[in-house]
């Protein structure tokens, strides 16, 4: 297990550097090496993914347990057997070279923490890139929701609910949800948003009381990473994660699964659109 | 002072009284003196509104400060002066019989609680109805919302918090709101049903810290009634509410002013169409 071989960091310049604003410019710098941090910061607009590559005789299964449950798992994208090119995403993708990281399971055991897979694909692997929170983060930044883990140079923490998913085959187990700290209004907006994005999760799930969902400790997050200190003036807001689709797939114990590493995200081209009218304040005033 | 006058109590039939389905019927049992409850459980489906009566002098400022307003005080009808009909709400309308109860205000103090106003009517008054967020109660029950207040028979609690109204003319003060307690996915699935509804404060304007808003202490609601005990998995939410209307008249001081009284509100035959998309769930399982 070489689970410390990546050690994300977050780069100072993220989307603010000018070579970070296009997604194909950031694939180029992680093909290159260039480019080591969580994608959260990175080519803000476009849709990020995740990643999750199975061997194509659970790939149906595994497709059928994302439709059942596609508020966690909204599918951006299926390749062909033996295919690592999701072109419809982004017409250079190359799904063995241009995620920052990856985490290699065989038997349900994760075997490595790889930067690139090339050594690994194999003519019978089936890609799926699942919808990502990171997609609506800037249009939410973009209509006056403060996202302090941002502004902190963080992620958004995750957190595994006591919320079953729909079982197909050999997938299952309990949904996975991202956490972003906010101010009540900003949480209100933030669902009159998402709402309009239910490819990359839709609405929150949750909202302020996480013992409903059997989190008993926000600071004991899912990979122990993201902000999970709130604010007196925060709640907890929570939305359904991809990461459920990962938990799946070892607990499946297939021979092999490959995923992103998280916070690597798969970076596509796809912009993320401005949908959302305007949002209500709190009176004459905004509050 | 009459403020004893009326005694507001729930029947026990409520809506489901087939008399009390139809808003043209409960305000003709209004006006024959046997109605005399809340009217939050009559004729669902149907606009209730805020009354709020001021003398001609007056009207030109107080409809600005509505329009400036107008999450808390949205404005459905507006009389011609010494005119106490609204026919575009209810073609029978008589705004001096036809609530349940009136506060009557001279100087800023409360001067009686009669049951129809036909003595105090003159030819100056001008008489505003506002949007009421009993209107959208029965639309978030059909989409399967639970309003524990309704089901216990009570009325929402309504509470003065710290936010200023924008002033204008002799109109200003402090907003008021109206609270549900609900679950976390309840209030979300409220807050994007009532994104649809402006006219009748749209989406809550607060959720789960009410001393963000200034109130310490939920037990202490606005004229001391409404469900204000909250359960362990239930967050309150809050909606902009057109008492700040009322408020504001009193601190104004006008010679005379003449509202509903609380929870006796203006039934209109305007129907609350059913304008939400599906609401998402928690995954492919409901949560």
């Known amino acids: 297990m070489k689970s410390d ?3 994300p960091g977050i780069s100072p310049a993220g989307g603010r550097d000018p070579d970070l604003a296009e997604p194909a410019a950031v694939r180029r710098a992680i093909r290159r090496g260039d480019f080591r941090s969580f994608t959260n910061h990175a080519a803000p607009g476009f849709a990020q993914g995740n990643l999750v590559i199975v061997p194509a005789p659970f790939a149906d299964d595994f497709a059928q347990f994302c439709e059942l449950n596609s508020r966690a798992l909204p599918v951006m994208g299926r390749s062909a057997a ?7 995403l ?4 190359d799904l063995r070279t241009d995620v920052g990281g990856y985490m290699v399971f065989e038997n349900g055991v994760l075997t490595g923490t790889p930067r690139d897979i090339r050594d690994l694909w194999r003519d019978d ?5 699942l919808g990502c929170s990171f997609s609506f983060e800037s249009v939410l930044q973009s209509h006056g929701v403060r996202l302090r883990h941002l502004d902190e140079g963080n992620v958004s923490a995750m957190y595994v609910t006591n919320r079953a998913t729909v079982p197909v085959g050999p997938f299952g187990g309990d949904m996975v949800v991202s956490m972003r700290p906010m101010t009540p209004q900003d949480a209100i907006r933030a669902a009159l948003i998402c709402q309009h994005y239910p490819e990359y999760h839709g609405a929150p799930v949750h909202i302020g009381l996480p013992h409903l969902l059997g989190i008993d400790d ?3 997050s899912y990979g122990g990473h993201g902000l999970t200190a709130l604010r007196e003036d925060e709640l907890p807001v ?4 991809a990461a459920t689709a990962q938990i799946a797939a070892v607990a499946a114990g297939l021979p092999l699964c490959i995923t992103h590493y998280k916070a690597h995200m798969v970076l596509t081209d796809v912009p993320v659109l401005s949908k959302s009218a305007g949002e209500p304040t709190f009176g004459g005033r905004d509050a």
Chains 1, 2 share one sequence.
């Not at 033996?82 to 419809?88: A, D, M, T």
């Not at 982004?90 to 993708?93: Q, V, Y």
């Open 5 to 7: 071989f990546i050690s």
């Open 82 to 88: 033996g295919v690592p090119h999701l072109p419809e």
């Open 90 to 93: 982004a017409s250079d993708l």
């Open 125 to 129: 692997l089936v890609a799926f890139v």
């Open 218 to 220: 926000l600071t004991r």
């Open 238 to 241: 929570f939305w359904a994660c």
